[in-house]
């Protein structure tokens, strides 16, 4: 789910720290982790292989993609976005949108395809972003699709000049979340998903995180803490 990846900044998997307009020009990213999770739930059974290409114009506009097996029956994620992001002096504001593509969709016999919208607003260490999309298909198939928005805040601090601090929170609602937490056994129509972590910068463009993430679906099948670890290298184009 790509930049859905807006969660994927310093954060592993899922939380996006800063938008790729940062970085003028284009810069690609591959990494190995030992679990890929979205929005507090697990989409592997095992590690994950992601990367991704960015490209970000100086006037602030950004285009890029995202890959990664995924192993809920869905083949290989393949997310696409594109936005504009600036600064007003030291406030920064995005807005943008993804698509989220599923290359074996069909032989799950199920449309998982989803389109979001976001706008995001971040200032110093803090970043919020909210997603909006009109039909969800991330758990349900499209026969049951409906909307729902996910609010995420993240924040990092340099603990030195190698390692930040990073941390999330996000809120999951809407008709498609209810229907989703229904289905899994939860009285909810909501949930929230947290997670800590820190990321490490190596030489050669090498950064190595380690993350705990958990939600408060308290009748999920894996309600324990997932440590997450990860090594992934960035590098210009």
């Known amino acids: 789910m790509n930049f859905k990846k807006a969660m994927m900044g310093t954060l592993i998997g899922a939380a996006t720290l800063a938008s790729p307009a940062a970085f003028a020009g284009a810069t690609g990213n591959v ?11 697990e989409q592997t059974s095992g590690a994950a292989v992601q990367g991704g290409l960015d490209y970000a114009h100086d006037s602030g506009f950004y285009a890029g993609t995202w890959a990664s097996n995924n192993s809920l029956g869905y083949g290989t994620e393949v997310d696409v976005y594109g936005g504009f ?30 389109f979001e919208g976001y706008v995001g607003l971040s200032f110093g260490p803090v970043a919020v972003k909210y997603y909006y999309a009109d039909e969800a298909n991330f758990f349900l198939d499209a026969e049951d699709s409906d909307e729902a928005g996910y609010l995420l805040g993240t924040l990092a601090l340099p603990i030195n000049d190698s390692i930040n601090f990073t941390a999330s929170v996000g809120f999951y609602d809407g008709d ?12 909810d129509d909501t949930y929230m998903d947290y997670s800590i972590g ?40």
């Open 85 to 114: 992001a600036t600064k007003l002096g030291d406030v920064g504001f995005d807005i943008g949108a993804i698509y989220y593509w599923y290359s074996e969709e069909d032989e799950a016999s199920a449309d998982l395809n989803t």
């Open 198 to 237: 820190l990321a490490k910068t190596l030489d050669g463009g090498l950064t190595f995180t380690l993350q705990l993430i958990d939600t408060d679906i308290e009748t999920s099948e894996d309600d324990e803490m997932k440590a997450v670890v990860g090594i992934k290298k960035s590098f210009e184009l």
């Open 176 to 187: 498609e979340v209810e229907t989703f937490l229904a289905a899994i056994g939860s009285t």
């Open 31 to 41: 990494g190995a982790f030992s679990e890929y999770m979205f929005r507090g739930i």
